[in-house]
């Protein structure tokens, strides 16, 4: 207990003195090793795979950190990965990357750019890492290797966890059903960032809220099939579902309180197999998004009446509407914040680390939080500052975004400022040595 106060109360008055004591070994060891970061970044942005399928992933992160003479265990929650490197008494710190990729075609262009195709929910589709993941995975082992270079500096243990299927809102709480927290110890904090499309060298964090609460939406609208010369005698699902995308964004611009953040997002319509035949289903999948429970509760309502209301109106059957609660709003420590935003300040400059206000996407290590957990989620800049300098000029083209088959962050200097920031985090952490 003692040491665990000495590394939560006494080190943020000393933060200067110990950002301008880490980083100079920390810069100097991430230039050493960035060769190889590099190199893993681009195998793992070639080779992605999707929720729960990272078999070759996770087996690649978990030979990485066995050879930084970490205790690793894999196929926690199906195909997690956890990472354990004791160094003598004090706090364990839990820092997170994911490991899965997003069902979409890459265009970037790049030479490294994924081709892979695989199959998911029952189609053939390409498989992308346009969401950072790649980036997050590489500086997540450079920072497991920067620590285990400065092991002389602290004391304490690290708990390094990969997890599977974030895009799909599930792999936190499989590796927390798999024992998570109590096969492997309770962390006393824990970290987590994810690539942006700011400048690179930027960091962004806030105090309580940074991400959103998602719930996921799957409505199956039935009808009657038949052939498109004859829709009389046909009810139609999809011109119900082309009635249900639209309406239902009256319950967010209508019934919901403008002052609140609420989204309803379709991203998938699936139905039909020709354009002379009316199917006799459309299946929608979409995300409902918020940060206050009771907008939360007012939209989910609304989809529903929504979707009844639209196969009601074409005389149809009642709509299959199945509504899957996602991840919660992650709610950064302020105790946390506090000092880990001296030591960024003192590293990067006021300029560089600063606060930012909450995203509207969401992610599941408020799973991890949600546990009883104090921690941390922040961003990291990966485009070059001149490319967005341009795209904030009038007329300017916009920066693709994560999630976007244009997404291309720049590997350096983001990944090493991921590693440095990252690091130093922990650091802030646990005890010196």
């Not at 590489?138 to 599977?164: E, H, I, Y």
């Not at 927290?181 to 960032?193: E, G, I, M, N, W």
């Not at 996602?326 to 030591?343: C, F, K, L, Q, Y």
């Not at 680390?353 to 991890?368: H, Q, V, Y």
Request: hydrophobic content about 40%; some cysteine; proline content about 7%.
């Amino acid at each position: 207990m003692t040491l665990l106060l000495l590394a939560f109360h006494v080190q943020p008055a000393l933060a200067q003195d110990k950002a301008a004591e880490w980083k100079p070994a920390i810069v100097g060891h991430v230039n050493g090793i960035y060769p190889q970061l590099g190199a893993l970044y681009q195998d793992l942005h070639a080779a992605p795979e999707l929720a729960f399928q990272e078999v070759k992933t996770a087996a690649r992160l978990a030979s990485e950190m066995r050879a930084l003479g970490f205790d690793v265990v894999e196929h926690v929650g199906k195909t997690g990965v956890v990472a354990i490197y004791r160094n003598g008494p004090g706090p364990t710190v839990m820092v997170r990357t994911e490991l899965d990729a997003l069902p979409m075609e890459e265009k970037t262009g790049l030479p490294y750019a994924s081709k892979v195709r695989t199959v998911w929910q029952g189609r053939e589709t390409y498989v992308a890492h346009s969401c950072g993941h790649d980036v997050h995975m590489a500086a997540w082992v450079g920072t497991a290797s920067t620590l285990v270079n400065m092991k002389d500096r602290w004391q304490g243990t690290l708990m390094f966890v990969a997890q599977p299927a974030e895009e799909a809102i599930g792999g936190a709480k499989a590796m927390l059903a798999d024992g998570l927290f109590t096969r492997f110890s309770k962390p006393d904090v824990a970290f987590a960032l994810h690539a942006t499309p700011a400048p690179a060298g930027m960091i962004g964090y806030n105090v309580g809220p940074v991400t959103s609460n998602s719930d996921g939406l799957l409505i199956v609208f039935k009808g009657r099939g038949g052939h498109g010369s004859a829709p009389h005698r046909t009810i139609d699902p999809i011109a119900i579902a082309a009635r249900f995308i639209v309406d239902v964004q009256t319950v967010v611009s209508r019934e919901k309180d403008p002052t609140e953040f609420g989204v309803v997002t379709i991203g998938s319509i699936q139905g039909g197999t020709a354009g002379n035949i009316i199917p006799d289903s459309v299946t929608l999948r979409g995300t409902i998004r918020s940060y206050n429970p009771d907008v939360r509760t007012k939209l989910l309502a609304g989809v529903t009446r929504t979707a009844n209301a639209a196969a009601a109106m074409a005389g149809a059957p009642e709509p299959q509407v199945s509504l899957g609660e996602g991840g919660h709003a992650v709610v950064n420590s302020e105790t946390v914040v506090t000092r880990t935003e001296a030591i960024l300040r003192s590293a990067f400059g006021s300029e560089k680390a600063k606060r930012w206000p909450p995203i509207t996407a969401s992610e599941d290590f408020s799973a991890f939080l949600d546990e009883g957990v104090p921690g941390m989620y922040f961003f990291i800049g990966t485009y070059d500052p001149q490319q967005v300098a341009e795209s904030r000029k009038p007329g300017g083209q916009p920066l693709p975004s994560n999630h976007s088959p244009l997404f291309a962050p720049v590997p350096e200097p983001s990944i090493k400022t991921g590693v440095e920031a990252m690091s130093l985090a922990v650091l802030g952490s646990l005890p010196s040595r």
